[in-house]
């Protein structure tokens, strides 16, 4: 199975101040269609996951453009430009590139 | 806007079996894929299954083969999870979600069911 190893496992930022996660996966989740099947998603308190990148560094409909991914072969991240109070929660990375699909152990940002 | 909402889940006795829905609506469900996952008390997100549009492949995660059963009928707009041979370590939120065609992914979720195996 493919490894996805996020760090840090958690982070306190100062709302205003930038943020960045980084996933590392086992095996590169490039495939030869040229797609990277590298995903971020938020999880906040009490909800269920919601959506915000797809192959590293698209941002789904509705999330804010200070959320950004990026990255290649087997490292990525995912930036927060700057923190607001409702980015609060778990970022969990996950590829499909192979099965079984697997997520990262998430990341818990909080506000200082 | 796309909404999931699964069935009520329950406690049920190691060994037991209990089949979760999940109602899809605002959406034309028979064109998109559906995923399973879950997620232990206070653990991260495992995913459990996949099924594609028409029900023709499925895919499970390793803890789960043999003994789960994704199925969908697109008649009525639903997704199925069959659970047999539950152990405790089944516990968890079991979440529905879309895959958007353009993945394997899910773009929406649902707001989760408990289940809970224990004697």
């Known amino acids: 199975d493919i490894v996805m190893t996020q760090t840090p496992l958690s982070l306190s930022v100062t709302p205003g101040q930038p943020a960045s996660i980084s996933c590392k996966s086992s095996?590169?989740?490039?495939?030869?269609?040229?797609?990277?099947?590298l995903y971020w998603y938020l999880q906040k308190a009490g909800q269920s996951p919601q959506f915000l990148i797809y192959?590293?560094?698209n941002r789904f409909s509705g999330v804010p453009d200070r959320f950004s991914g990026s990255g290649s072969g087997t490292d990525f991240t995912l930036k927060i430009s700057r923190v607001e109070a409702e980015d609060v929660g778990v970022y969990y990375c996950?590829?499909?590139?192979?099965?079984?699909?697997?997520f990262g152990q998430g990341t818990k940002v909080e506000i200082k | 806007q796309v909404l999931l909402v699964e069935s009520e889940g329950g406690v049920v006795q190691p060994g037991g079996s209990l089949r979760l829905s999940c109602a899809a609506s605002?959406?034309?469900?028979?064109?998109?894929?559906m995923h399973w996952i879950r997620q232990a008390p206070g653990k991260g997100l495992e995913w459990v299954a996949f099924?594609?549009?028409?029900?023709?492949?499925?895919y499970y995660g390793d803890s789960v083969k043999g003994r789960f059963t994704i199925s969908r009928d697109n008649s009525k707009n639903t997704l199925y999870l069959q659970m047999n041979s539950l152990r405790p370590e089944d516990t968890a939120v079991y979440y529905c979600?879309?895959?958007?065609?353009?993945?394997?992914?899910?773009?929406?979720w649902g707001k989760g069911t408990t289940v809970t195996v224990s004697s």
């Open positions: 979600a879309k895959d958007p065609s353009s993945g394997p992914l899910m773009d929406v």
């Open positions: 605002r959406f034309t469900f028979s064109n998109y894929a």
């Open positions: 099924i594609r549009y028409d029900g023709n492949d499925k």
């Open positions: 095996e590169s989740p490039l495939h030869s269609d040229g797609k990277t099947y």
């Open positions: 192959e590293v560094s």
């Open positions: 996950m590829q499909t590139i192979q099965l079984p699909w697997t």
